[in-house]
């Protein structure tokens, strides 16, 4: 069983940035992929970033030149490097990892406002 716990969300103004965390508890086998999901008011759940255990990653196109993933393997955490934030990145942000089955954390609120 793994368990993910996400930090770093809050309000900011646009333009700004925040740095999300996403640390795992739990052994974890390869092959996976771990990355960031959002969900804005009355939206679908979408894709924001994503790395495989071999160092793959992919962006959405909404936040590619803004967003960067990085990992601390002796950490267990993966973080989310978010710049130029926009009111339309305002959403509750989700650590999402696939290891053989799905694995969601709670969330994070991100407000982008002025």
């Known amino acids: 069983q793994v368990q993910l716990v996400e930090s770093g969300g809050g309000l900011v103004q646009p333009g700004g940035s925040l740095r999300l965390s996403c640390a795992a508890y739990?052994?974890?086998?390869?092959?996976?992929?771990v990355g960031w999901y959002r969900q804005a008011p009355g939206k679908q759940r979408e894709l924001v970033a994503e790395v495989t255990d071999s160092g793959i990653t992919g962006y959405a196109d909404s936040v590619k030149g803004r967003f960067t993933l990085s990992r601390d393997n002796a950490k267990n955490t993966l973080y989310l490097q978010m710049n130029s934030l926009k009111p339309e990145d305002t959403a509750i942000y989700y650590c999402h990892l696939f290891a053989r089955r799905n694995y969601w954390g709670r969330g994070t609120q991100v407000t982008v406002s002025s």
């Open positions: 739990g052994s974890i086998f390869s092959p996976y992929t």
